[in-house]
């Protein structure tokens, strides 16, 4: 059996404080979260459901903080920030000084409540698997990717994710 590519940084502790880029698509990178019309992202009913619970993942994880991100047609770019927040353990009430949640758990759970969500109005959804993700390690990389997203609308026609134009 062959096993899958790693492709998270080796040893390297995705719970700590930091700035993470992720990119995460739509199964067969179908573009149904909407369509970008001059410009701009107009959703779709799934893609106002992947933005509901993006916008929910601090409400969840209240050490993590939303930065930039735009939901294109068949993908996600966001900037997910661990802050490191201080939390009490729930079974004892002691203070755990790590943050919780490492990058994976998270993704994971926002995408299985947007795809249990979007099925829930009897549309076959389904995520690809996995996700690309980037540390942000510095001003520089934090604001070229910043400006990265804002534009992301902007440079769909030559997008790599674009399969419509990739096809031809």
Known sequence: ???????????????TEGA???TICV???DC???KIVDGCMKLSL???IVNQYWNLIPEIYPNIYL???VIMPN???GIIVNVGAVINRPHDGAIDNRPYGKLSQIIKSYKQMVTKHIRKQNIYFQWQRNYHDHIIRNETDLHRIREYIINNPL???????????NKK
């Open 32 to 34: 149904i979260l909407g």
């Open 67 to 69: 930065d930039e991100y």
């Open 155 to 165: 440079q769909w026609a030559t997008d790599e994710n674009n399969i419509v134009v």
């Open 20 to 22: 993470y880029f992720v």
């Open 1 to 15: 059996m062959q096993r899958r590519k790693q492709i998270r940084l080796k040893n390297f502790d995705y719970s």
């Open 27 to 29: 199964n067969g990178r």
């Open 75 to 77: 993908h996600l770019h």
């Open 46 to 48: 799934m893609g106002e």
